[in-house]
């Protein structure tokens, strides 16, 4: 009998298991390259992340026992016992938060979207998927007992050129892929750089050059990289992935693992605390300060301004590397514990009281009503969610929709308008959609006031 030849390590499949994967291939092959709302093409980093997820999520679910042979069959059910599953095994809330915003997406991608709650429903513990975006230590180098000139020369002793990315890390607040692929050339304008090329989201963005190291830093690497004939900080002799690999081998070899504590993210961190206290004077959070004489206006805008070199839009952002500033997320005399549960009751009486108007828009005619897109309810919800938060933070909680006033609508106003927060079309938009939620409270005065400002 005649054999077909194999490669070492092939799997084959048979059975469920193998029709189960035929249908998610071609589920892959439909849907994999683009987003969530299918407006844009992910990168190839992503991609290889949701397609690892899949087919491992298919071979635990035929080991659970659940033989399906379409993917088209996923029932909440089977969510659940994956979940417990994951859950039963230590996984990360952040792990397990990321796990089940790719079981809703494949959800939406069977036609079958919004068939699954709250993740809640679906563990043992809600506290196991409870994920904090608040640093409540000090991640960087100095944070964690470091000197990073130390680092840096151990990591010079390896190789230079890591050495030289892992100091672009540092000096500009960049990540690892952005600092790799940085362009010293045509990226330097002057008084800032350019951050293009390997950004998150490829959102580019602009950081200041304020200090004479960093400038230096930028000549000397313009010099190295027209020597070689390089575009970026990579040698020639890498592409990206062999090049990532071996800073991160570097990295281990140098002490910098994350079971020491130490990474090259806490350089990121480093840049992020050092740049509040350029800005304010004043120790971050996470380093005991953030007191003294600053105005309130003058830490929030030193907080936006570190988001934005870090590249995020939102000054929340950086609670995750400076910490929570209490005075600007918790009232005054109020324990956590106690606000969080007022902001989720809060903001379950308004999404409660919007649900049945908020799914519609009005057509040509105002009698006529017109279902708005899934993407659209959700960007609604979420901007309810955010301004009700935003109200609790500016010591006026909405304590029940009826209750809203003039001094919730200014608030939010003033908080949009703050120079460098939103762009101009950003703020057109929120207000007409605020404009539209005072109507839907039988609050049209409240709605002139947002037209008029």
């Known amino acids: 009998m005649n054999h077909r030849a194999m490669a070492p390590h092939t799997v084959v499949y048979y059975g469920a298991l193998a029709q189960l994967r ?65 859950e039963s095994q230590s996984v990360s809330a952040s792990t397990l938060q990321k796990r089940w915003s790719y079981l809703n997406l494949l959800c939406r991608w069977i036609g079958k979207e919004g068939m699954l709650g709250d993740v809640s429903g679906y563990v043992e513990s809600v506290e196991h998927v409870k994920r904090s975006y608040v640093a409540v230590s000090d991640h960087s180098w100095t944070g964690q007992g470091a000197d990073p000139l130390e680092i840096l020369s151990r990591v010079v002793s390896q190789d230079e050129d890591v050495a030289r990315v892992l100091c672009f890390q540092l000096a500009f607040g960049l990540r690892l892929q952005e600092a790799s692929l940085f362009r ?70 140098c002490g910098l693992k994350r079971i020491e504590g130490l990474v090259s993210h806490g350089a990121r961190h480093q840049y992020a605390n050092d740049l509040f206290t350029r800005l304010t004077g004043l120790d971050s959070p996470v380093r005991g300060g953030e007191g003294g004489g600053v105005g309130s206006a003058e830490v929030d ?62 057509g ?70 605020l404009s539209q939620v005072c109507c839907w409270l039988d609050r049209e005065d409240l709605g002139q006031r947002v037209k008029i400002n």
């Open 184 to 253: 010293p050339t045509q990226d330097d304008r002057g008084d800032e750089v350019d951050v293009i090329a390997g950004t998150k989201g490829g959102r580019p963005r602009k950081v200041a050059i304020e200090t004479e190291v960093q400038r230096c830093l930028l000549d000397e690497a313009k010099h190295m990289v027209e020597q070689r004939g390089q575009r970026s900080l990579i040698p020639l002799r890498y592409d990206l992935r062999q090049w990532l690999n071996r800073c991160y081998t570097v990295f281990r070899r």
């Open 22 to 86: 035929s249908t998610l291939n071609q589920l892959l092959a439909k849907h994999l390259r683009l987003s969530a709302d299918g407006r844009k093409h992910i990168s190839h980093a992503t991609m290889a992340d949701r397609c690892q997820f899949f087919n491992r999520m298919v071979r635990e679910l035929h080991d659970l026992g659940y033989r399906l042979r379409s993917i088209s069959h996923f029932k909440p059910k089977h969510a659940q016992v994956l979940m417990r599953h994951w």
């Open 364 to 433: 040509s005619s105002k009698t006529q009503r017109i279902a708005v897109s899934a993407h659209t309810l959700r960007y609604r919800q979420r901007l309810l969610n955010q301004w009700v938060g935003d109200w609790m933070r500016l010591g006026c909680p909405l304590t029940h929709p009826d209750a809203l006033s003039e001094r919730h609508i200014d608030g939010l106003l003033a908080l949009w308008t703050e120079p460098g927060r939103l762009d101009r079309a950003t703020i057109k938009n929120r207000c007409q959609f």
């Open 301 to 362: 805008r030193a907080r936006l301004q570190v988001s934005l070199r870090l590249g995020h839009a939102r000054s929340a952002i950086a609670n995750a590397y400076l910490g929570r500033r209490g005075d600007a997320h918790e009232p005054v005399g109020m324990e956590s514990s106690v606000w969080e549960g007022a902001l989720v009751e809060q903001r379950a009486l308004l999404q409660e009281r919007l649900k049945t108007v908020m799914a519609y828009r009005t």
